[in-house]
């Protein structure tokens, strides 16, 4: 059984960084391709980030390319999400992902998620 366990969410500034780390519990992470969705009260869940399983690919929401990345470490079934220049809007729940299928990850049908990690951006 997959399960997947975020860390590093809490309140940042405007403008301020965030890195938000998932944990993957099986031995066989590196098939997996990863992403990172949020909601926010009231909103529609969305994907903020994902990459393939060899990290040879990655895609971004156009509301935070350039601000955030995407990264993974095969070796220590890990996948990060490097938020910098935060904004108000990026306040919501963030969540990790995980599917075999890059396909399912980006049309949000990822097989496993995480349990969340809130993000609260404000002064």
């Known amino acids: 059984q997959v399960q997947l366990v975020e860390s590093g969410g809490g309140l940042v500034q405007p403008g301020g960084s965030l890195r938000l780390s998932c944990a993957f519990s099986?031995?066989?992470?590196?098939?997996?391709?990863m992403g990172w969705y949020r909601q926010a009260p009231g909103k529609q869940r969305e994907l903020v980030a994902a990459i393939t399983s060899g990290a040879t690919t990655t895609r971004y929401a156009d509301s935070v390319r350039g601000r955030f990345t995407i990264s993974r470490d095969n070796a220590k079934k890990t996948v990060y999400l490097q938020m910098n220049t935060l904004k108000p809007e990026d306040t919501a729940v963030y969540y990790c992902n995980a599917d075999r299928q890059f396909s399912e990850i980006l049309t949000m049908r990822a097989d496993y998620r995480g349990q969340g990690t809130q993000v609260t951006v404000s002064s």
């Open positions: 099986t031995s066989i992470f590196s098939i997996y391709a």
